[in-house]
């Protein structure tokens, strides 16, 4: 049978422990003129009802909630759930609570997640948008939407070409071409890079990156680099087709997208008899590895360390809650290449262990 009784409140406290609701109120907000005997009675009281304060109610009468909603389109990339993790903690560290929205790579739940933000009167919103590539003139449904009800938001781990949105991110096209320094510069001369979704500002810039070091470092007469689709990798992993997809093996060197790609591609080298980096050098972006430490060792491009995206974010969106008519900001952090042991100088294509 169904409880239909409602929940505690302030009237409810305030009859159990004899004083008014004004008392309660402001004995439970920490008042500190009231006499610490009081306080702990009230309090005491309020446990005992179960009582939990509204914070909705609150924040519609303060106009200020202190929740920061995070807007998210993938949450089981793990670069994205540590990030959210270390968001969570800088925020909590403010005095903010954390709710995460996820819109699973669709355009039309991130802008109802958008719309839900704001019905809960959020703060503010840190937004990792799924569809970044858009003319200024267009901007991002969502973006606007938060804007038009004055929510302050700040887009993270990317850019958007929306000229009046405050970004964090890394410096995706410098990331691209570190990576491909670093592999020329081991003496590879034939890569494999697989792209990331086309719809992400990130890919297009550590494609142009990449492709820009490997023409500085590399002759052009001995040289090549293969493309693939984002389309057909994920496609692929889906179908437990990737080692069809990185085949024929005439690279020596493999870039990917990101580190959730390149450690599928490492599994499916490994599967196939090849040994990384002997036979195969494997370069991710994200740096994943180096916060969660159960997962294989894998050489990466990630922001330089003392440069956090969750506290750069943090601080943007608590200057723009403070500041509502400050410039915007387009932070971008450096990067480094973090060796992790999957990347050395070549050796002769096709070869297996079995070969040897």
Same mark, same amino acid.
């Given at each position: 049978?169904?409880?239909?009784?409602?929940?505690?409140?302030?009237?409810?406290?305030?009859?159990?422990?004899?004083?008014?609701?004004?008392?309660?109120?402001?004995?439970?907000?920490?008042?500190?003129?009231?006499?610490?005997?009081?306080? $702990?009675?009230?309090?005491?009281?309020?446990?005992?009802?179960?009582?939990?304060?509204?914070?909705?109610?609150?924040?519609?009468?303060?106009?200020?909630?202190?929740?920061?909603?995070?807007?998210?389109?993938?949450? %089981?990339?793990?670069?994205?759930?540590?990030?959210?993790?270390?968001?969570? $903690? %800088?925020?909590?560290?403010?005095?903010?609570?954390?709710?995460?929205?996820?819109?699973?790579?669709?355009?039309?739940? %991130?802008? %109802?997640?958008?719309?839900?933000?704001?019905?809960?009167?959020?703060? *503010?919103?840190?937004?990792?948008?799924?569809?970044?590539?858009?003319?200024?003139?267009?901007?991002?449904?969502?973006?606007?939407?938060?804007?038009?009800? &004055?929510?302050?938001?700040?887009?993270?781990?990317? @850019?958007?070409? $929306?000229?009046?949105?405050?970004?964090?991110?890394?410096?995706?096209?410098?990331?691209?071409?570190?990576?491909?320094?670093?592999?020329?510069?081991?003496?590879? !001369?034939?890569?494999?890079?697989?792209?990331?979704?086309?719809?992400?500002?990130?890919?297009?810039?550590?494609?142009?990156?990449?492709?820009?070091?490997? @023409?500085?470092?590399?002759?052009?007469?001995?040289?090549?680099?293969?493309?693939?689709?984002?389309?057909?990798?994920?496609?692929?992993?889906?179908?437990?087709?990737?080692?069809?997809?990185?085949?024929?093996?005439?690279?020596?060197?493999?870039?990917?997208?990101?580190?959730?790609?390149?450690?599928?591609?490492?599994?499916?080298?490994?599967?196939?008899?090849? !040994?990384?980096?002997?036979?195969?050098?494997?370069?991710?972006?994200? @740096?994943?590895?180096?916060?969660?430490?159960?997962? =294989?060792?894998?050489?990466?491009?990630? &922001?330089?360390? *003392?440069?956090?995206?969750?506290?750069?974010?943090?601080?943007?969106?608590?200057?723009?809650?403070? &500041? =509502?008519?400050?410039?915007?900001?387009?932070?971008?952090?450096?990067?480094?290449?973090?060796?992790? *042991?999957?990347?050395?100088? =070549?050796?002769?294509?096709?070869?297996?262990? @079995?070969?040897?």
């Amino acid at each position: 049978m169904l409880n239909h009784k409602k929940r505690p409140t302030l009237s409810t406290v305030a009859q159990r422990c004899g004083y008014s609701v004004n008392t309660v109120s402001r004995a439970l907000r920490g008042d500190p003129k009231l006499p610490q005997a009081t306080v $702990q009675k009230i309090k005491a009281a309020a446990d005992e009802t179960g009582y939990i304060p509204n914070r909705l109610a609150s924040s519609l009468r303060s106009h200020e909630s202190h929740v920061v909603a995070i807007i998210i389109e993938d949450i %089981e990339n793990p670069h994205y759930s540590h990030l959210m993790a270390r968001i969570e $903690q %800088e925020l909590q560290i403010r005095g903010y609570n954390v709710i995460i929205l996820c819109n699973n790579k669709s355009l039309a739940s %991130e802008k %109802e997640l958008a719309a839900l933000a704001v019905s809960y009167s959020v703060s *503010g919103v840190l937004l990792f948008p799924q569809d970044s590539v858009k003319t200024a003139n267009e901007g991002s449904s969502a973006v606007q939407l938060l804007q038009a009800n &004055h929510i302050p938001v700040v887009i993270v781990d990317r @850019s958007i070409r $929306q000229q009046d949105i405050d970004c964090v991110r890394v410096d995706d096209e410098a990331g691209g071409y570190l990576a491909g320094k670093v592999l020329s510069q081991l003496g590879h !001369r034939h890569f494999l890079f697989l792209a990331g979704p086309r719809n992400n500002t990130s890919q297009p810039l550590r494609q142009k990156g990449f492709l820009q070091a490997v @023409s500085d470092y590399c002759p052009a007469t001995n040289r090549s680099v293969r493309i693939t689709e984002e389309n057909d990798c994920f496609a692929a992993i889906r179908s437990g087709q990737l080692a069809r997809l990185l085949t024929p093996r005439d690279y020596s060197a493999l870039v990917c997208f990101n580190d959730e790609v390149a450690y599928y591609c490492m599994q499916a080298l490994q599967d196939e008899g090849y !040994r990384i980096p002997q036979d195969v050098s494997l370069c991710g972006f994200d @740096s994943i590895g180096s916060d969660i430490r159960f997962l =294989p060792r894998l050489s990466s491009i990630a &922001h330089t360390k *003392g440069y956090s995206i969750a506290e750069y974010a943090v601080k943007a969106l608590m200057n723009r809650i403070e &500041h =509502p008519a400050a410039a915007r900001q387009d932070i971008v952090l450096p990067v480094s290449y973090y060796d992790g *042991g999957t990347c050395a100088g =070549p050796v002769r294509l096709h070869r297996r262990p @079995s070969d040897v």
